[in-house]
């Protein structure tokens, strides 16, 4: 089955309202990593978070390693934040073999 | 510095038909990946090298996927006699140690 769950798969927003995305996963994960695609454009890394809370900028991740699960909040959302969130793990620590989630859709309009 | 380019941008073939595509990764980076990620999924590895040499292509369909990476810098990626099921994005991605860099992908549609 499916590693890496992603919720919602969606989500509509008004501009500066906060977006909550969450991140479920079957296996141990040594390293995870929250990534941002635009729409047509390339993955971006956000942050990698294997355990615990991490903020850069208006984004803030929790991982909780022993529940399997990690959320990325995003606040003030802005027009430019709009595109797809995906969620990886790394189960062997290296960085070589990412296991994504589908992703989750976010629309943030004025 | 230049990012991981990608090339062609996109691509549309008819069933049975080949493409070949092709990575430039960051100059410096001895890890290289291909991922093909279908429409509103997740991307999925297909195989990564480590210089020249490959080091996983479990998820690599064989019959009909090649990938090499000749000299350890640019990596070309090859489907013989396309299926539609192969529709996606193909992305490639390198890395130096751990944090892997995407190009843009290569959109692939299939007839």
């Known amino acids: 089955g499916q590693q890496v769950q992603q919720s919602p798969a969606s989500l509509v927003l008004q501009e500066g309202e906060n977006a909550e995305l969450q991140c479920n996963f079957s296996?141990?994960?040594?390293?995870l990593q929250w990534f941002y695609q635009s729409p047509g454009g390339s993955l971006v890394s956000l942050l990698s978070?294997?355990?615990g809370t991490k903020h850069t900028g208006r984004l803030t991740s929790t991982t909780v390693t022993k529940e399997r699960r990690s959320s990325l909040h995003i606040s003030s959302s802005q027009t430019t934040d709009s595109g797809t969130y995906l969620c990886?793990?790394?189960?062997?620590?290296?960085?070589?073999?990412?296991?994504f989630g589908k992703g989750a859709k976010l629309t943030v309009s004025p | 510095e230049a990012g991981v380019t990608q090339s062609p941008r996109y691509a549309v073939l008819q069933e049975g038909q080949a493409v070949s595509f092709w990575c430039d990764p960051i100059?410096?980076?001895?890890?290289l990946y291909w991922y093909q990620q279908p429409r509103d999924q997740g991307p999925q590895l297909l195989v990564y090298?480590?210089?020249?040499?490959?080091?996983?292509n479990s998820q690599l369909p064989s019959d009909r996927f090649s990938a090499v990476r000749p000299k350890g810098t640019n990596s070309t990626l090859k489907i013989q006699s396309a299926k539609q099921g192969d529709t996606a994005t193909y992305l490639c991605?390198?890395?130096?140690?751990?944090?892997?860099?995407f190009g843009p992908g290569t959109r692939l549609t299939v007839l």
């Open positions: 978070n294997p355990s």
């Open positions: 100059s410096g980076h001895d890890t």
């Open positions: 090298f480590r210089d020249e040499a490959v080091i996983d």
């Open positions: 990886a793990i790394d189960q062997q620590g290296t960085g070589s073999k990412l296991s």
């Open positions: 991605a390198s890395s130096f140690q751990y944090e892997q860099y």
């Open positions: 296996s141990t994960a040594t390293q």
